[in-house]
């Protein structure tokens, strides 16, 4: 029964881990609402597909652990088996975490009427293409997102 409860536990943890920061421009995260943005109006000149790199944090590799524990213990019977399965099962789930969370994107690149070029990676939400009139959204902390002008 403590297996099977194990199990259940690392299978929730993975699925929060698959719970990831979106990266659309469309989506803002509690702690962005109600903040100021800068706002600049520009002309896309260039977008190109790149793939945003998904996160490894310690909820899969907790998961993994738990999951390779549990599996490699009960197959081998043994104290050193579980070890080296809950080693195995952490860096699977780490790696199964990072695939999960990852996505493809756009490099936008926004012609400001300012004369300053900005190039934003953000995911593909949105599709822009050369001659799109936009606007973007600025933070202090160089944060950034494109949108279309309405």
Not at 38 to 47: C, I, P, S
Request: glycine share 12%; hydrophobic share 40%.
């Amino acid at each position: 029964m403590p297996t099977r409860f194990l199990i259940l536990l690392a299978m929730c943890s993975l699925l929060a881990a698959c719970a990831h920061h979106s990266s659309s421009p469309d989506v803002y995260s509690r702690s962005q609402a109600r903040k100021p943005y800068t706002t600049q109006f520009g002309e896309v000149t260039g977008v190109r597909t790149v793939k945003i790199e998904g996160e490894a944090t310690w909820v899969g590799g907790w998961g993994g652990y738990i999951v390779g524990t549990a599996v490699a213990g009960q197959a081998t019977n043994s104290a050193v088996g579980a070890a080296v399965g809950g080693i195995a099962g952490a860096v699977a789930g780490q790696a199964v975490e990072k695939a999960a969370t990852g996505e493809i994107g756009l490099e936008v690149e926004v012609m400001l009427d300012n004369g300053n070029l900005l190039t934003v990676v953000q995911s593909e939400a949105i599709h822009f293409k050369p001659g799109d009139k936009v606007k973007v959204l600025r933070r202090g902390n160089h944060e950034a997102r494109v949108q279309r002008r309405y």
